[in-house]
């Protein structure tokens, strides 16, 4: 009897509100799919860190190239204006010193001003075969290329400046032929 009333006392003062604890229940199969699509997703990382690596090394190939091909442009450029160099010096400095109103003391100032130019230009051609043909001083592709850029803007100056001398040795050769034709002319007709 005892039991009995403490079995009815302990069911009036729970009054129906008892709620069962227990284990939890998982379900494999969702844990199984999602192991997977972890390992999955693991590959396709791996693979896109693979193929940004391999852009990156392409992209600094194609930047070594284009600094190659600034280089090769640059220094066909310079060997281009050295060729016009030599041959303006060649022939215009031929067709002055073959005039008659270039003065004996004359040629050798002439020769000695394109001669200047001439050893310039040399002194930069050796130097520019001396920056390609070592790693000189360790320089970056784009410092080698900018540098042979201010060779060949050095180049062109000299260009420029032989042809001014040639013409101006021209201008005084124009002078002094018509001087000659003035001072020479006949006066009675």
């Given at each position: 009897?005892?039991?009995?009333?403490?079995?009815?006392?302990?069911?009036?003062?729970?009054?129906?509100?008892?709620?069962?604890?227990?284990?939890?229940?998982?379900?494999?199969?969702n844990?199984?799919?999602?192991?997977?699509q972890?390992?999955e997703?693991?590959k396709?990382?791996?693979?896109?860190?693979?193929?940004?690596?391999f852009?990156?090394?392409?992209k600094?190939?194609?930047?070594?190239?284009?600094?190659?091909i600034?280089?090769l442009e640059?220094?066909s450029?310079l060997?281009?204006?050295?060729?016009?160099?030599?041959?303006?010096?060649?022939?215009?400095?031929?067709?002055?010193?073959?005039?008659?109103?270039?003065?004996?003391?004359?040629?050798?100032?002439?020769?000695?001003?394109?001669?200047?130019?001439?050893?310039?230009?040399m002194?930069?051609?050796?130097?520019?075969?001396?920056?390609?043909?070592?790693?000189y001083?360790?320089?970056?592709?784009?410092?080698?290329?900018?540098?042979?850029?201010?060779?060949?803007?050095?180049s062109?100056?000299m260009?420029?400046?032989v042809?001014?001398?040639?013409?101006?040795?021209?201008?005084?050769?124009?002078?002094?032929s018509?001087?000659?034709?003035?001072?020479?002319?006949?006066?009675?007709?």
């Amino acid at each position: 009897m005892k039991t009995l009333l403490l079995a009815l006392s302990f069911a009036l003062l729970s009054s129906g509100q008892s709620v069962a604890q227990g284990m939890p229940v998982y379900d494999n199969t969702n844990f199984i799919s999602l192991a997977k699509q972890l390992i999955e997703s693991a590959k396709q990382t791996s693979q896109l860190l693979k193929t940004v690596d391999f852009l990156r090394q392409q992209k600094d190939r194609i930047e070594q190239v284009s600094s190659v091909i600034k280089q090769l442009e640059a220094v066909s450029k310079l060997i281009a204006n050295n060729r016009k160099l030599f041959d303006m010096v060649q022939n215009d400095l031929q067709q002055i010193l073959n005039s008659p109103y270039i003065k004996p003391q004359e040629v050798e100032r002439v020769i000695a001003s394109f001669n200047e130019i001439i050893d310039r230009s040399m002194q930069s051609v050796t130097y520019v075969d001396k920056i390609l043909t070592s790693d000189y001083l360790k320089m970056s592709d784009a410092e080698r290329a900018a540098l042979l850029k201010d060779y060949e803007t050095q180049s062109n100056e000299m260009v420029a400046e032989v042809a001014a001398k040639t013409r101006r040795y021209k201008e005084i050769i124009s002078f002094r032929s018509m001087q000659d034709k003035i001072n020479n002319r006949q006066t009675q007709y």
